[in-house]
């Protein structure tokens, strides 16, 4: 399998001059396509800084990353936008738009894709919720959906338009056990069926065995996880 | 026949505003009463000059004769006759009626109160007006101090129509001198005069015993059927001394508009309402639009996350502002109709609604939506999808 995202000696600073300071430290990192990775590791430890470079949110500095073959350094703010538009994403806070209805919401992602304007993007946006088991909640306003509703939402919004590669900050965060766990679980489901790529940042322990590889992260650094040094 | 691809897109705008109705009622009422605002104070100004220039609107005449120095009937000036008559030299001139006109001093009979009248001395033999109640009645003038009154005046003359209908005659004073009303017509009150009286010339010199026979205020010419009117007026223009001036009844109009629209702080003064009102929109607009892109600001960094532009994010904006625009002028102008037929029957203004003015409030009002839609710009590039993770 080809890898689908390679970042070579990947560093981040934040910050100018005398204040400026070190967020990524030489990140060698390759995932393959279709591959579930959670990455986790303690707060500050740079985990969000690195799912907002792959997604093309932030310019990277220094290094290399290579996202669907194409170098992200140095790439103009057009490249990256296009970008954006292969990359679907999952936020702690679910972000609908509270003015559209779920199904408008799902929709606001299909319109990016001039193919998917041939088609009838109603019925594509309705199939996606009944995907994630929404069908009976179609029409209905973020406000008027429970936490874990609203998730899925964002998560048949972030697949609908089938993106090779899904960034999730911590999806589970803000929800109970269970909600959390049917989440993750579709998320799975629909990325097998897609053959999408998922990388999954998360403290969520409860979740870690949906993930091909996990990777732990701290100070800027990908390391082994603690534990398992222990164990070996 | 397919669908254009941006008609298929979701109307971004148009939900985002509509979705809040109470949000939308409350910007609706503003713009609406900032457009009122602004509808009112050029109501007004319209009004007054149009009031100001209703009688030389009204003058029957296809070129008038003035003394170069006259800008107002407020304070009118005359030139020697002669010149009037001069005019019939060019062939084209059919017949030509001298015109004076005065402040006198009507008497209420009522209140014995005095209050100034503008008096017009005209030819009874020929209309020199376009008002269908003088030309019927001028006959009724012939006669010595007899005099039509103007019914749109102030109430202050003591001469109200219904009382006329019914009793047929109205005796008073004018200057001193016994006059006799013996008809109505309708000018209306303007800046120059609060009221419009309209006797023959023979009374006219009996009322103002100091004015010689040889000065008149304005000359009418009216030319032969088929006459070239810039011709003749240029003409005209070149055979007459300096000491006059020609120019269409329009023409003549535009210099008392002039008059009162730069050369007194009238202007200025509606300008500023025009102005506060523009500035109360555009306050009102920048709050909708500021708290909605706040509210939504995670929002919209999650559509740039997702791929869209900021362009595309501007545009929606734009159009937000352009919906309230247009959302907001509609009642605005229903309600200027209304207040506009309120103050009419109120104060007998020639308020009304023109065109031009619909126009000009729909583009002050989207320049107004527009600008405070830049301002509220500045918040929305502060969505940085960067920091929504």
């Known amino acids: ?232 | 026949m397919r669908r254009p691809n941006f008609l298929k897109k979701t109307p971004l705008a148009w939900l985002q505003v509509t979705r809040e109705r109470t949000r939308l009622m409350v910007a609706i009422a503003g713009i609406a009463f900032a457009d009122m605002l602004i509808f009112i104070q050029m109501g007004f100004e319209g009004a007054l000059y149009d009031a100001a220039i209703q009688p030389h609107r009204n003058l029957q005449a296809d070129l008038v004769l003035i003394n170069p120095q006259m800008q107002t009937l407020f304070s009118v000036k005359s030139f020697p006759r002669n010149r009037l008559y001069q005019t019939l030299g060019h062939p084209d001139v059919a017949s030509v009626s001298g015109v004076y006109i005065a402040t006198g001093q009507w008497k209420n009979p009522a209140t014995t109160q005095e209050r100034a009248i503008l008096v017009w001395g005209i030819d009874p033999a020929n209309p020199s007006f376009k008002f269908p109640e003088v030309n019927q009645n001028l006959n009724q003038i012939q006669p010595l101090n007899q005099v039509l009154f103007d019914q749109a005046g102030r109430p202050e003359y003591g001469l109200t129509a219904t009382e006329f209908e019914q009793t047929g005659a109205f005796a008073t004073e004018l200057n001193d001198k016994r006059v006799t009303v013996k008809g109505l017509f309708t000018n209306g009150a303007s800046f120059a005069a609060d009221g419009n009286v309209i006797a023959s010339d023979s009374t006219f010199l009996q009322l103002f015993p100091s004015r010689s026979p040889d000065q008149l205020e304005v000359g009418l010419i009216n030319l032969k059927p088929g006459a070239d009117l810039e011709q003749v007026q240029a003409a005209l223009a070149a055979a007459l001394p300096n000491d006059v001036l020609i120019g269409s009844p329009e023409d003549f109009a535009q210099i008392e508009r002039d008059y009162w629209a730069n050369g007194t702080g009238i202007g200025f003064i509606f300008g500023l309402g025009v102005g506060v009102g523009f500035i109360v929109g555009i306050v009102i607009v920048y709050q909708i639009l500021y708290s909605d892109v706040s509210e939504h600001l995670p929002e919209y960094a999650t559509l740039k996350a997702m791929g869209y532009t900021d362009n595309y994010l501007l545009g929606v904006l734009f159009q937000e502002s352009l919906l309230l625009a247009v959302l907001g002028y509609l009642p605005s102008i229903a309600l200027a109709f209304g207040l506009y037929q309120l103050a009419f029957s109120a104060t007998m203004l020639p308020i009304a609604m023109t065109t031009r003015r619909a126009i000009t409030v729909l583009i002050l009002t989207i320049m107004m939506c527009s600008i405070s839609g830049g301002i509220a710009l500045r918040k929305l590039r502060a969505a940085d999808p960067a920091d929504i993770f």
């Open chain 1, 1 to 232: 399998m080809s890898p689908i995202i390679t970042a070579q000696k990947l560093s981040h600073h934040f910050g100018e001059g005398r204040l400026q300071k070190q967020v990524l430290f030489d990140i060698d990192l390759e995932i393959n396509s279709g591959e579930i990775v959670i990455l986790t590791g303690p707060s500050g430890s740079g985990k969000t800084t690195l799912l907002t470079l792959l997604g093309g949110l932030r310019a990277a500095q220094s290094g290399s990353l290579k996202i669907l073959d194409q170098e992200i350094l140095g790439a103009s703010k057009r490249a990256l936008i296009k970008l954006r538009r292969n990359i679907g994403y999952i936020f702690q806070a679910h972000n609908l738009l509270s003015f559209l209805t779920a199904k408008q919401n799902v929709r606001m992602s299909l319109e990016l894709h001039p193919h998917f304007l041939g088609q009838d993007l109603d019925a594509v946006a309705s199939d996606m919720l009944t995907a994630v088991g929404l069908g009976e909640r179609i029409d209905y306003y973020p406000a008027e959906l429970s936490g874990g509703q609203r998730q899925r939402v964002a998560i048949a919004r972030s697949l609908a338009s089938h993106p090779k590669i899904v960034l999730a900050d911590e999806p589970t965060a803000a929800l109970d056990k269970q909600s959390g766990r049917d989440v993750v679980e579709i998320m799975q489901r629909l990325a097998k069926e897609q053959g999408c790529t998922i990388l999954l940042v998360t403290h969520d322990n409860r979740i870690l065995d949906i993930a091909d590889r996990t990777l732990y992260m701290e100070d800027g650094m990908l390391m082994k996880p603690p534990s398992l040094g222990l164990a070996a």
